[in-house]
């Protein structure tokens, strides 16, 4: 239990998958439960260790959660109130942003409105799925839509 109270404050007790508060005092058969998520398969943890690349640490996940992304890498979802097109994918841009640093193109939308509300979206769930990242968001306007993409 000690292992889960340690990474439940590292992580402000919010599930790393879906972003909402977990609650550690749930009975542990319930969706809502504390649990840690190795975050990787077995396979790619073995590949990371071939490779001498770092492993990322584990996060604090709902039980629900957890259990329904399997042993399958994790798949941060875009809230569908944010208006999108060609959608980076969330967890492999802050995988390379935490590695290598530079800039990611993460998304285009076709208003600055819509743009500054994914940019700010971006930003503050980027802190909490990468919390020693320091990010910056961008908008650029290409041929009549916006680019979002955040930088180091």
């Known amino acids: 239990m000690a292992q889960l109270d340690e990474i439940g404050e590292t992580d402000g007790w919010r599930c790393w998958l879906c972003d909402e508060p977990v609650d550690r005092d749930m009975p542990p058969n319930d969706s809502r439960s504390a649990t ?20 990322p640490p584990e996060r604090l996940a709902h039980k629900g959660c957890n259990t329904g992304k399997g042993a399958k890498d994790a798949v941060i979802a875009w809230p ?3 208006i999108v097109v060609e959608p980076a994918s969330i967890i492999a841009a802050a995988e390379r942003l935490e590695r290598k640093g530079g800039r990611e193109a993460m998304a285009r939308c076709p208003t600055r409105q819509d743009a500054d509300a994914v940019a700010d979206w971006l930003v503050d769930r980027m802190s909490r799925l990468a919390p020693n990242l320091t990010l910056k968001s961008q908008i650029a306007s290409t041929g009549g839509q916006y680019l979002v993409s955040l930088s180091t």
Do not use: Y
């Not at 840690?36 to 492993?55: E, G, Y």
């Open 36 to 55: 840690v998520d190795t975050r990787l398969t077995k396979a790619r943890v073995k590949k990371m260790k071939q490779d001498k690349t770092p492993i």
């Open 80 to 82: 569908e109130h944010l």
